[in-house]
């Protein structure tokens, strides 16, 4: 029998809170309307195909060696090990097989076997875990969203990942959707793409909307309006290792400093939790005063303060998302913003820097969807 599915999954921005939920701190990620598509198709053959789009990355893995390596697990072994602290992980024996077999397999070189070597392993274990017996297929992957730039790409494509493959496996349904079990499984994805992440980013890019974390504690879904933003990538890599470091050398060389910040971003979270809760509003000044804590912590970048402050002449607020020093700002664009006003701000922007690159898009968005073809 042949089946078709595609699933979209958002990405996602950090509102409030970042650098600050290192510390333990409440943090709030929103999705933002900028989608990874994966299409499944379990279709005749002896072969399954993957292709990771962009990136111009593709195997054929023959049927027989992927069922091979399945049976090679023996009945010892199960996948997942459930009993840790965050009710799920990837047990190391399987996760050794499959890496000795990824490694031996795969032609990744330089950069890109570093990067994606990783989303491979995730995806051939998950597949090898999801169907019972395993089926031909093609799985394709394509994303609107830029790599790397603190727009939560890995969760976006973990979550379509997930819900395709459980989907195809028939363990979930697109007209029924089982949110917790995608979750859990891109999760996974998200382990072996990040080693020992929040969560955060595949819970957004899973039930969309706004959702407050803090390290240690159920994440707590908030309300929230559409809300339209002009997201900026600077086109300037970063790393939020690097940066991370950064903000922990001044708690280090200058504690007063760092719980000066902490306290004043501790506060200004507590405000936009409660605006959210109240009216699922996101306030332009609350924004700006976060970027300018964010400035004053160094992990801006002048790309992100030439967007902010031409943001501003036009009255219009803007922040950084996720680490900083790089990557991606997004400026708030209240109803009355026409599509011509926005126009003038790219292109004032634009005069600035011709490297930036531009989305239109709404913020706290659905999560993932199903759709059968
Ligand atoms: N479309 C995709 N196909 C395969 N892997 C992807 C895709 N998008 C993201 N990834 C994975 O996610 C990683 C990027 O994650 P990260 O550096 O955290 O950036 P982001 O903030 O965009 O999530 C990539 O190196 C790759 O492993
Ligand atoms: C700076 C930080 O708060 C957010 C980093 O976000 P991103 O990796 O840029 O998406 C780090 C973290 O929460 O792990």
Avoid at 11 to 33: R, W
Avoid at 124 to 134: G, H, K, P, S
Wanted: glycine residues 8%.
């Amino acid at each position: 029998m042949v089946i078709q599915v595609k699933v979209t999954a958002p990405g996602k921005a950090i509102l409030h809170g970042e650098h600050t939920v290192v510390y333990g701190t409440k943090a709030i990620a929103i999705s933002v309307g900028l989608y990874t598509t994966v299409h499944v198709q379990v279709r005749p053959g002896s072969d399954v195909f993957v292709s990771f789009g962009e990136v111009g990355l593709s195997h054929t893995l023959p049927l027989q060696e992927l069922k091979d390596l399945k049976s090679s697990f023996n009945d010892n072994f199960s996948f997942l090990v459930l009993d840790n602290p965050d009710g799920i992980n990837v047990n190391p024996n399987v996760s050794k097989l499959i890496d000795d077999y990824v490694t031996l397999k795969n032609g990744f070189t330089g950069t890109l076997r570093s990067a994606f070597e990783a989303t491979f392993k995730a995806f051939v274990f998950i597949y090898l875990a999801t169907f019972d017996e395993l089926e031909p297929l093609s799985l394709t992957v394509e994303t609107e969203l830029p790599v790397g730039a603190g727009l939560g790409s890995s969760a976006s494509f973990a979550v379509a990942l997930a819900g395709g493959l459980l989907t195809a496996a028939g363990r979930t349904k697109s007209d029924n959707i089982d949110n917790d079990m995608i979750n859990r499984w891109a999760f996974v994805s998200e382990k072996f793409v990040h080693g020992n992440p929040s969560g955060i980013d595949n819970t957004v890019a899973t039930l969309g909307g706004a959702i407050m974390y803090q390290k240690g504690q159920p994440l707590v879904p908030l309300k929230c309006s559409d809300v339209r933003v002009l997201l900026v990538s600077t086109e300037t890599p970063r790393s939020t290792k690097e940066l991370v470091g950064r903000v922990a050398e001044l708690k280090e060389k200058n504690p007063e400093l760092h719980q000066q910040y902490m306290d004043e971003a501790i506060e200004l979270v507590e405000k936009a939790i409660e605006e959210l809760k109240n009216s699922g509003q996101i306030k332009p000044e609350y924004v700006e005063q976060n970027q300018v804590l964010l400035q004053n912590l160094n992990v801006s970048h002048p790309r992100l303060d030439i967007i902010v402050e031409t943001a501003k002449k036009r009255d219009l607020r803007a922040k950084l998302t996720g680490a900083g020093g790089g990557g991606c700002a997004f400026v708030v664009l209240p109803p009355e913003c026409s599509i011509d006003d926005v126009e003038k701000l790219k292109s004032d922007l634009t005069a600035q820097c011709d490297e930036f690159k531009f989305w239109s898009v709404p913020m706290g968005v659905s999560g993932v969807k199903i759709i059968p073809l």
